[in-house]
């Protein structure tokens, strides 16, 4: 169905089922995509936010320009310089909504990605205070597993309203869940130092593992 519609992956579906339900983007919202390749959610949001509404992908991979209302950067969103490039197309203003669709190299040891993917979020809930404004929304993919708790409860911290949503559009089998904030605070509590297995299983085999970032 997605190549028939011209959508870039079927994770386009899970974003327009999302939106259907919590009305997070609107026309002439300006969006966040962090972790947009290949695409599939920059082309539903740049859909919704019309041609009056701005949607800014970013990436470590290319991403193909969706249209006029598009911007696509390539970096590492937790370098200055690539935070630096966000700032400057919102134009001194802040986003409606920042989207984070991520996912690390998989090692295939279940809970070294898990902690990497729960990670990479934490790392984008660090710079929201910079790129979401008060009232604003997110939605952020995690993977089941024991540090959820930890993303959940940070997010619950920085928003009026949290869920956690599983579209149809996602595979019964697949572990992913999306967490849903809505009415943004302005600020995010910093993050708690853990002591978990998973982490401590992440540092003993950091040598091994290839950032995403």
Not at 82 to 108: N, Q
Not at 194 to 201: L, M, V
Request: charged share 25%; net charge neutral.
């Amino acid at each position: 169905m997605a190549k028939e519609r011209g959508y870039r992956s079927r994770a386009a579906f899970k974003l327009q089922q999302m939106n259907n339900k919590y009305h997070l983007i609107h026309r002439g919202s300006k969006v966040v995509d962090v972790g947009a390749a290949p695409g599939g959610w920059l082309q539903i949001a740049s859909e919704l936010v019309g041609v009056v509404g701005l949607v800014i992908g970013v990436d470590l991979d290319p991403i193909k320009n969706v249209s006029k209302n598009t911007r696509v950067i390539q970096g590492d969103i937790t370098d200055q310089n690539t935070l630096d490039k966000i700032l400057g197309e919102l134009a001194g203003d802040r986003a409606d909504c920042v989207l984070a669709d991520l996912s690390p190299k998989l090692s295939g040891i279940w809970d070294i990605d898990h902690f990497k993917q729960i990670d990479l979020c934490m790392k984008v809930m660090d710079l929201m205070p910079v790129m979401l404004k008060r009232g604003g929304s997110s939605v952020m993919k995690a993977f089941h597993g024991d540090e959820l708790r930890n993303l959940t409860s940070r997010m619950r911290k920085s928003f009026d309203r949290v869920e956690i949503s599983k579209p149809n559009a996602s595979r019964k089998e697949s572990s992913e869940v999306y967490i849903v904030g809505i009415g943004f605070s302005g600020q995010t509590p910093r993050q708690s130092i853990g002591g978990s297995e998973a982490e401590q299983q992440f540092e003993e085999h950091s040598d091994s593992v290839v950032s995403d970032w």
